[in-house]
């Protein structure tokens, strides 16, 4: 239960500075920049990332490439084109797995495999090793955790959800915010509106409620249903 409350705490937080319109349109303003910095629970469940930057020190691959290696997982390379504005991904052979089309390319480990979180015209995906798409390039915003193989997608209608590898929805994309909580928990909250109150639950991996909340104005007056 202790754990329950600290992530509904969390969440209730970040949905204390995002309801402060009193509409519906000013809801989703409010909540914009918070849906693109998100405070996860746990830093420590944050899925694990090598990502490109000009700073990342040379690799030397043992097979000769047109184009410039950057990181490494797993004997796959994350490659730069010559400009190094555009990045794919190639095997230890030298063979093309993604093509150089894509303006971010990192490495993610969840908790069965390691993942390419990539950009493609300003939008995210997530694709496997072996370049077999597994999430599409269609959010603003995608988190994962080493501790499931799900992740959190955020909309441009400022929108939050959480999708599983097989494409599969675990909680629709239609909360205010959504965090990976300690454990095997999920919280998610809707910040209230002129017709509705907010409110906030807790849901196991699968996308079954566990323990639902209802928020009100002042933070710490927290009810249990």
């Known amino acids: 239960m202790k754990r329950i409350m600290a992530t509904i705490l969390t969440l209730s937080l970040c949905l204390a500075f995002s309801a402060c319109g009193t509409g519906e349109d000013s809801v989703l303003t409010d909540t914009s920049a918070e849906l693109n910095s998100p405070v996860i629970t746990d830093d ?4 694990e990332e090598v990502s490109v930057s000009p700073e990342t020190e040379e690799l030397s ?3 000769e490439t047109e184009y410039i290696p950057v990181a490494s997982s797993q004997d796959c390379f994350i490659v730069g084109n ?3 504005n555009l990045y794919g991904l190639v095997d230890s052979s030298g063979q093309l797995i993604l093509p150089c089309e894509y303006e971010e390319l990192s490495f993610q480990k ?4 390691t993942v390419l979180k990539v950009m493609s015209k300003g939008s995210y995906g997530v694709f496997d090793l072996e370049g077999t798409e ?3 390039c269609e959010y603003t915003s995608i988190w994962l955790s080493h501790y499931n193989d799900l992740c959190i997608v955020g909309t441009f209608i400022g929108k939050q959800g959480v999708l599983d590898f097989e494409g599969n929805t675990v909680l629709p994309i239609e909360f205010d915010v959504v ?6 928990l ?3 909250g809707k910040a209230a509106s002129e017709q509705e109150s907010g409110t906030i639950a807790a849901y196991d991996l699968s996308g079954s409620l566990v323990k639902e909340f209802v928020w009100e104005s002042n933070i710490q007056n927290i009810t249990l249903w």
């Open 44 to 47: 420590s469940q944050v899925s």
């Open 61 to 63: 691959p043992i097979f």
């Open 82 to 84: 010559e400009s190094g």
């Open 110 to 113: 969840t908790k069965s495999q």
């Open 134 to 136: 597994l999430i599409p």
């Open 179 to 184: 965090r990976f909580g300690y454990d095997k």
């Open 186 to 188: 999920i919280a998610a």
